[in-house]
């Protein structure tokens, strides 16, 4: 009997190229910052005014957000899509700083981060509601050992973690009064580490863990892989630990004592000293985030008695001609399924 070939291959050679870096190496926290200019100040007056003439919906397709986008805001916009697709192969993120979000009204910030969310590439739904832009905020509702929480509704802080989409969009509205600060660590520099420390438990990040749905969709739970390679690139999703400690609630199933070994040596690795990049975003930061390169997290929040409180809106985006990777390293890439019942 001729024996099977494997699904996939386990990368057996350490990354060597710049989506591989310590924090040391970077030339500031946030590794990459785009400073906006008058010239972009002018262009974002010309988006809203143009909205203004001919509202358009957040949830419209993507095309009418882009078309309009590359009329009124074209060196914004070529700016915005060149640094979303130079993530994909540099350190993993940058910051678009300056976005007047002082001088504009609510619906008018929403409106021009969807514009640029459309210029980078596809929005996908975050929830079952149907949602392309989600407030990250105080839900008032406790933190993540309550499971009808998830990570960006709780003033808690968030382990090292991927999000859905190939770009996470963070967009600061305002900071919080104290703390809520964003580390970012390479996901590749993490698997060279554990390919030289601990090369036993790689088929155990690429066969995956089990991690409670939290109501987002059925079933009520789901496994991930950590670790993908396809068509020769290396790609990362570790969802956030919470999800699977509390994932037998429903399946029944413990968390092996070598499979929370491996959590903890994941998280251990990213949080180690000198590997993680750590900064306050400003308002009007739109902080980009690499999901197929690096793991993000953030401290603890909270919120002073002024002011509305810590409120940064995230997109999930996939980008043009994104990398290929096999279904089993992330369920809900293309978005979460609207439900049948859910209002708009």
Request: hydrophobic share 40%.
């Amino acid at each position: 009997m001729t024996l099977p070939d494997p699904p996939q291959a386990i990368l057996t050679e350490p990354i060597t190229d710049p989506t591989a870096w310590l924090a040391a190496e970077l030339p500031v926290p946030e590794g990459v910052v785009h400073e906006l200019t008058p010239a972009h100040l002018d262009e974002i007056t010309a988006l809203t005014k143009a909205l203004r003439t001919e509202p358009l919906p957040l949830l419209a397709d993507r095309e009418p957000w882009r078309a309009l986008a590359r009329r009124t805001m074209p060196g914004l916009s070529e700016l915005a899509h060149s640094t979303a697709h130079r993530t994909e192969t540099h350190i993993g993120t940058a910051v678009l700083r300056g976005l007047p979000v002082a001088d504009l009204a609510p619906d008018e910030i929403r409106g021009l981060y969807r514009a640029l969310g459309a210029v980078m590439g596809t929005a996908v739904s975050q929830n079952t509601r149907g949602e392309y832009i989600a407030d990250v905020r105080d839900y008032g509702n406790g933190g993540l050992d309550n499971s009808a929480v998830r990570g960006h509704q709780t003033t808690s802080a968030l382990r090292f973690h991927s999000d859905d989409g190939d770009l996470a969009l963070l967009l600061c509205v305002r900071p919080a009064a104290d703390g809520g600060t964003s580390l970012i660590a390479s996901a590749m520099t993490i698997y060279n580490e554990l390919l030289r420390r601990a090369p036993h438990l790689l088929g155990l990040y690429y066969n995956g863990f089990v991690y409670e749905n939290r109501d987002e969709e059925d079933p009520p739970a789901y496994r991930n892989a950590v670790f993908g390679y396809y068509h020769g690139q290396l790609t990362c999703r570790y969802f956030l630990r919470d999800y699977v400690d509390s994932s037998p609630a429903v399946t029944q199933v413990p968390v092996s004592d070598l499979e929370r070994h491996a959590l903890d040596l994941f998280e251990a690795l990213a949080a180690r000293p000198g590997a993680a990049t750590e900064y306050a975003l400003r308002a009007g930061d739109l902080q980009l985030v690499n999901n197929n390169i690096v793991v993000h997290s953030r401290r603890s929040f909270s919120d002073g008695a002024e002011g509305g409180g810590r409120l940064l809106l995230r997109q999930w985006v996939n980008l043009d001609g994104g990398r290929q990777f096999p279904t089993t390293l992330c369920r809900h890439r293309y978005g979460m399924r609207k439900k049948p019942d859910a209002r708009d």
